[in-house]
């Protein structure tokens, strides 16, 4: 590991997720150059936050995966972020909104792997990719905006920070989820008893399991492989939803199943 992040950047990413708070950036001498360096750093972040008590990495984020995230956010292309072990709830989830900085959430699909997916003589396609899932379920992400301004924050320092996530509502598991069409169900995203967002499932990169196969062969790239029961986020198909403490969140999608997240004062 690049010696700037040991001694700056990995104590100064993990102090403010253990204490979210309205973090200013990186130093530039420490900053990464370029994403290859950013998601270096991720990988050296996560080992931290697993030695802090976060647990172990169970499963992925990819984010900027609909239109509608990529102008939110203006980044035209997929990033992804780690999941721990310790920030994945069952629907109901009822959390402190003192666990975070500025929490928002998004509304997903999510899928739980069946075997590794690892490196073979071909990229992995959204078909090539199917037979590599066990489970499809809804899901809320939960993203934490822990910066002073993320506006004017560069996208290196957002990947390598996991890019905002900060936990997951994970609902059913559906295993015969073969018959659904995950590109034409529709999720919905209500807060406090009001529909605040709606997307499908084809916003996401034209069908869910291409956000999956590009996650599968970007790990590739860098030398490692998705591996059998992790779960992976897929992306939103509304924009970022931010809250107040005493929100309660309802992610209702079609064939998946309705779950829920409330975040007491």
């Not at 253990?18 to 972040?45: I, M, S, T, V």
């Not at 109901?92 to 500025?102: E, G, I, R, V």
Request: charge should be negative; proline fraction near 5%; include cysteine.
């Amino acid at each position: 590991m690049n010696n700037r992040f040991a001694t700056d950047a990995v104590p100064a990413l993990l102090q403010n997720r253990l204490k979210p708070r309205p973090f200013p950036g990186l130093p530039h001498a420490c900053r990464p150059a370029n994403l290859r360096e950013a998601y270096d750093l991720q990988e050296a972040l996560n080992v931290a936050l697993t030695n802090a008590g976060f647990g172990n990495v169970v499963g992925h984020k990819v984010g900027c995966t609909s239109k509608v995230m990529q102008e939110y956010m203006n980044i035209p292309h997929p990033c992804s972020g780690s999941i721990f072990e310790t920030t994945v709830y069952n629907s109901p989830a009822l959390l402190p909104s003192t666990l975070f900085n500025n929490v928002g959430i998004e509304c997903e699909i999510a899928v739980r792997l069946s075997e590794d997916c690892p490196a073979s003589a071909d990229p992995y396609t959204k078909n090539s990719i199917y037979d590599h899932v066990k489970s499809c379920m809804s899901a809320i992400e939960i993203v934490d905006n822990r910066y002073e301004n993320f506006r004017s924050l560069d996208l290196e320092t957002m990947v390598a920070d996991d890019f905002f996530q900060a936990a997951c509502v994970l609902g059913e598991e559906i295993t015969d989820w073969q018959n659904i069409d995950l590109a034409e169900i529709t999720g919905r995203a209500i807060i406090n008893e009001v529909e605040v967002g709606a997307g499908e499932g084809a916003d996401v990169l034209g069908h869910p399991f291409e956000a999956l196969a590009w996650l599968a062969n970007h790990k590739i790239a860098r030398n490692k492989f998705l591996r059998a029961g992790e779960i992976v986020l897929l992306g939103s198909v509304v924009k970022t939803q931010w809250l107040s403490p005493g929100d309660k969140v309802v992610i209702d999608v079609d064939k998946l199943g309705t779950i829920s997240a409330e975040f007491s004062i």
